[in-house]
């Protein structure tokens, strides 16, 4: 596996990747709008996985046993809680610079999680199998959605869950996702995001199921600015939305 | 033996034991460092002090189990009676009357002795499988690391765990350690704390007369037996505590009055001078801070072990949800929620117990006219009454759900 070729960090990169980690686990840094939104994140995935797997999470190790996949993993702020519930936890970065700051943060946890450098083609190519796949927030940045969920597609197993988060397409989106978070409230980079790339659920639902998936369920993630905290929503997918669909057993 | 827990608890008093026992049933580990000998809080005789608690802590003490144990001991409080009063001229006619009867949630509270308390959360404690009860021993050092804190013991044994809870008092080492300030004041005034055996019995009513020099309440305990805070200026009040036993009910007789018939003391008498003390910050890096050592309040009406049960519950509330979503519970952005969930509350009780305790604690007649008619107002309006019941009782606000039904 090409993973293996990253698994060595040069000991003079360990503080800048120390630095690294800090800043991506800094709820007050440039990862702010991450931290925000993990709670919501991890309420829909944990209930989620609960439900399709028959899962108490009152158990001490709700998710033992479980095979999870976090695509796009960066400082592993999902990968951590899967790992803390008891999962046997992958997270795969295309970006090669967050693995060793992704693999420092879970020595300081206490946390085993298998960090590794590479694409969710490449491991479909080579044959990995999960339970569940986290794809949050990544199709609105990949080239081609269809090759992509096709990919998720073949990493799970019969009877595997994909949870999918991306954005709404349409004017509310825009203004939301573009305007406020990149332009005004300046919670990410400009240009973090391109509109024209954003997905409605309907055309996710039905990428989903040409790529062999069958989708159970979508909710709405809204941010309340009186009490500056995101909840889920049944209603409102008019911006942040995420969406659950099982590969047939 | 494993040095590492999922919860250190600093305090061995009523609240650190509530938390203590609440946690290790929800299934975390906990160890629970308190300074004083676990025989000193056992084998402790009736003193004289007891607890009102609010149906809001009752249900929090059924709720971790405790409940069966103390109910035996327990008076329910079933009215209140607030009454504007000045010794030797008998109460206005102006008066406060509660009901448990207008709100449908049975008792207002219970009265509960201290010693009974105790020695039910000793019991509950000695045996739970997650839990470990580390007495007596002396903290002397706490550092927060990467993820998680340590202390250092007296004996020169370290512990460590993913938070820290500070449950030692309005004094708290673990607050100052953690580098969190106190704003504190004085209210110049002396509580002189007793029980008293009467004549007559009290019929679960809780009386409270606004003196001019500090309130009396007069609290209902099991039998013909109630407990008594007296608060007054701080050089009166010290004047009456030097007396011996028939000197102080002497002191006591003209406002304490004869409705229920002869008085004789029995247990020990106390003082605890009174003031406010709140922590400027409920957490700081993987520390949190309930009961007196978060805000240590005026004990005008009853509400500080209220107060810190009610810390008990919504930390517990919010430590089991960050766990259950698979969140570093102990993380700042768990402990921020408790914060926010709590602050406010505080606070607000801090100030309406201070404000009433300044409005009602002298003898200015525009004052003492201005709460007559107060009283009088709310006394004549149900939905008012009903909100001071609820209130009285712990069921306002943002429930935490170990104290709701």
Redesign the interface.
Known sequence: MQAEATNTVDPSEIAKFEAMAAEWWD?EGKFKPL?MM??VR??YI?TQVAAEFDRD??D?LPFKGLRILDIGCGGGLLC??????GATVVGADAAERNIPVARIHAE???LEIDYRHTTAEAMASAGEQFDVVLNMEVVEHVADPQGYLTACQQLLRPGGLHLCSTINRNPKSFAMAIVGAEWVMRWLPKGTHEWSKFITPDELFDLMTKAGMEPVDRKGYVFNFARFTWSISDRDLSVNYVTAATKPA | MDTHSDILIVGGGLNGPALALALGNAGFSVRIVDSLPKDVREDAEFDGRAYALALGSQRLLSGIGVWPTVEPNAQPMLEIKVTDGRAGEGPSPWMMHFDHAEIDEGPMGYLVEDRHLRRAFLSAMEDHPKLEHIAPATVVDQTAEAGRISIALADGSTLSASVLIGSDGRSSGTAQRAGIKRTAWDYGQTALVCAAEHAKPHGGIAHQFFMPGGPLAILPLTGNRSAIVWSEDRAKAHHVAAFDDDGFLDALRPAFGDFLGEITLCGERFTYPLGLSIATSLVADRVALIGDAAHGIHPIAGQGLNAGLRDVAALVDVLIDARKRGEDFGGAQALARYQSWRQFDTTKLAMATDGFNRLFSNDNPLLRAARDIGMGVINASPALRRAFIREAAGLNGDLPSLMAR
Do not use: I
């Not at chain 1, 951590?80 to 519930?85: H, I, Q, S």
């Open positions: 709820l931290h993990n709670p991890l309420e944990t999470l009152d001490p951590e809680p899967m790992a803390r519930l300081q946890s206490g």
